[in-house]
């Protein structure tokens, strides 16, 4: 399981980082980061971005929506406030059989 799995993050991490993430121009330098940071953490908040990504809340908030349109992240908590997210499709790959 082991091999397989990591075979599969290398694909999902080639999809992401080559299709969505370039996507969003001036913002690819951050984007990354957090790209790197979720593979860690794959479980976070905007106030985790921030602080993780040294950022203005306004900005995190903005990366987070554009993780989220893009399907990288998903709201996992159904609050309006203190909201979570999830990189499902990576937590998945450990679930998975």
Do not use: C, Q, W
């Given at each position: 399981?082991?091999?397989?799995?990591?075979?599969?993050?290398?694909?999902?991490?080639?999809?992401?980082?080559?299709?969505?993430?370039?996507?969003?121009?001036?913002?690819?330098?951050?984007?990354?980061?957090?790209?790197?940071?979720?593979?860690?953490?794959?479980i976070l908040s905007?106030?985790?971005?921030?602080?993780?990504?040294?950022?203005?809340?306004?900005?995190?908030?903005?990366?987070?929506?554009?993780?989220?349109?893009?399907?990288?992240?998903?709201?996992?908590?159904?609050?309006?406030?203190n909201r979570m997210?999830?990189?499902?499709e990576y937590i998945?790959?450990?679930?998975?059989?």
């Amino acid at each position: 399981m082991g091999i397989l799995t990591f075979e599969r993050i290398l694909k999902l991490k080639e999809e992401i980082e080559g299709k969505r993430i370039v996507t969003l121009g001036k913002k690819l330098p951050k984007a990354k980061r957090l790209m790197d940071i979720l593979y860690k953490k794959p479980i976070l908040s905007v106030a985790h971005v921030e602080e993780l990504l040294d950022i203005a809340k306004p900005t995190a908030n903005s990366l987070v929506d554009d993780f989220v349109h893009l399907r990288i992240l998903k709201e996992i908590t159904g609050a309006r406030r203190n909201r979570m997210f999830g990189f499902r499709e990576y937590i998945k790959l450990f679930s998975d059989k």
